[in-house]
């Protein structure tokens, strides 16, 4: 099955800097990669997505990236924000999201004001 | 539109006993995902439904863990006898199974402590 592993377990930035998270996944089948946003005792909510037919999209500040041949993703945060504070989860499914979505392990991203 | 709802939100039950969770979905999601999130992991699939059949039960402990979905849309996860390694968030999530529009939503989630 597949297998996500995501990198660091913890990130700190220095507010208005830069971070990124980066993930690999085992399965070449997987084309649908969506990054989901913890905060502390609240539900994980898709903050983008990606899919295999695409090297890279943005949304405002998050940007995610894809390596099909590497198998890996990264997310990219810029001018970072004390609300960005959370715990970030990449994940991995095939057939566009409508089976079995894998996650990481997560990272928590603490912005340092 | 409404939320994934998810009941109860807290549970504590001693090892040995059995618990029920319920989820009732996004409406017209047909796409029903049961996640166990153990503190500080990221969320595991247990089982997936698409209506009422299963698409995906392999990482469900058969011989403790069941959820059905009765007619397509509510479900329930139940654990029966639980250990304390069952300790964690129950995560319910759904979503519409069309090509374009995948994204799972998810519940806020049951915190199950087993003592």
């Known amino acids: 099955g597949e297998n996500v592993e995501q990198h660091p377990s913890t990130l700190s930035v220095q507010e208005g800097d830069s971070a990124v998270i980066k993930c690999t996944y085992s399965?070449?089948?997987?084309?649908?990669f969506p990054w989901y946003k913890q905060e502390l005792g609240k539900r994980p909510q898709l903050i983008i997505d990606i899919r295999s037919n695409v090297g890279e999209k943005k949304d405002q500040r998050i940007a995610v990236t894809l390596n099909k041949t590497a198998k890996h993703f990264s997310l990219h945060i810029t001018e970072t924000q004390p609300e960005d504070s959370a715990v970030y989860f990449c994940a991995a499914s095939y057939n566009f999201g409508n089976e079995k979505l894998t996650f990481g392990t997560g990272t928590r991203l603490t912005i340092i004001p | 539109e409404a939320g994934v709802a998810q009941s109860p939100r807290y549970k504590i039950i001693e090892k040995r006993q059995s618990v029920a969770f319920w989820c009732n979905p996004i409406s017209g999601h047909a796409t029903l995902y049961w996640y166990q999130q153990i503190l500080g992991q990221g969320p595991k699939l247990l089982i997936q439904f698409q209506n009422n059949g299963v698409v995906d039960d392999s990482q469900l402990p058969k011989d403790r863990f069941s959820a059905e979905r009765l007619k397509g849309v509510d479900s329930t996860l139940k654990i029966q006898p639980a250990k304390l390694e069952d300790s964690a968030v129950y995560l319910c999530a759904s979503s519409r199974f069309q090509k374009r529009d995948t994204e799972a939503f998810f519940g806020q989630g049951t915190r199950l402590t087993v003592v």
């Open positions: 399965d070449s089948a997987s084309n649908y």
